[in-house]
C-alpha cells in the first residue's frame, strides 16, 4: 500500500493520559470493589498499551484475557461487518467482566462484542473506551467509562495505529496529510 505523507499533531499528552487513567481506575475499582476477580478483556491489537497501563492502576484482583475483532482493513474505511479473528482463551460465564477498547467510532466493533460476551452469560459486564468519536456513531451505544472524547480526526499513538505504524508513540496524535 502507497503511503500518503503525513505528520501527526499531538492531541493529549502522555501525561494527561495516565492522569485521566488514574481517575478512571479510581471510579472502575469502586464499581467492582466487591469482586472475587474481575476479568478485563483488551480487544486487540488497538487497546494493548491502555490496557497495560489500566490494569496496573485497578486495585483489584484481576484476570487479563484477550480478543480480536476486525473492523478496519489497513486503511482509514471502516468495515460494518465484524469478525472474530481471535477468542477468550477462558470462560466469563458467572464472571465480572471489562471490555477494553480503543476507540468506539462507528460504534459496529463494540456493539458485536457485547453481544456475543452478553450470550456467555457473564454476572456484570462492562465497557471502557479510551477514545470516543460519538459523530461517527452508527449503532446506538456507549462505553461505561470513557477517556476523552474526540472530533472526527484520525489518530494514532498509545497502541492505536494507521496501516499498522504509530502504535508506539506514548500519546496521543491526529494525522495530517501533508500532499
Ligand atoms: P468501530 O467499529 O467503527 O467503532 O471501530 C472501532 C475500531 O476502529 C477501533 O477499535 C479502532 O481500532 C479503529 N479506529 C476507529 N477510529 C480510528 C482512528 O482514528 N485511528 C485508528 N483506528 C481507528
Ligand atoms: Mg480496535
Redesign the pocket.
Known amino acids: 500500500m502507497t503511503q500518503r505523507p503525513y505528520v501527526i499533531d499531538e492531541m493529549i499528552s502522555a501525561k494527561t493520559i495516565a492522569a485521566r487513567i488514574e481517575d478512571l481506575c479510581r471510579e472502575i475499582t469502586d464499581e467492582y470493589f466487591n469482586t472475587s476477580k474481575l476479568v478485563v478483556v483488551g480487544?486487540l491489537r488497538?487497546?494493548f498499551v491502555f490496557i497495560a497501563d489500566l490494569v496496573r492502576e485497578l486495585d483489584l484482583p484481576v484476570e487479563v484475557d484477550f480478543l480480536e475483532a476486525s473492523?478496519?482493513g489497513d486503511g482509514?474505511e471502516?468495515s460494518r461487518e465484524?469478525r472474530i479473528l481471535k477468542d477468550l482463551r477462558g470462560q466469563i460465564e458467572g464472571r465480572d467482566v471489562l471490555v477494553v477498547?480503543?476507540?468506539?467510532?462507528?460504534?459496529?466493533?463494540?456493539?458485536h462484542v457485547l453481544h456475543l460476551l452478553e450470550s456467555r452469560k457473564p454476572a456484570r459486564l462492562k465497557t471502557i473506551a479510551l477514545?470516543n468519536?460519538p459523530s461517527?456513531r452508527?449503532v446506538e451505544i456507549k462505553a461505561d467509562w470513557i477517556g476523552f472524547e474526540i472530533p472526527d480526526?484520525?489518530?494514532?499513538g498509545y497502541g492505536?495505529?494507521?496501516a499498522q505504524r504509530n502504535r508506539n508513540l506514548p500519546y496521543i496524535g491526529k494525522?495530517r496529510f501533508t500532499d
Open positions: 480487544l488497538g487497546s473492523s478496519y482509514m471502516t465484524v477498547e480503543d476507540i468506539v467510532d462507528t460504534g459496529h466493533t463494540l456493539s477514545l468519536k461517527r452508527e480526526e484520525f489518530v494514532v492505536i495505529d494507521y494525522v
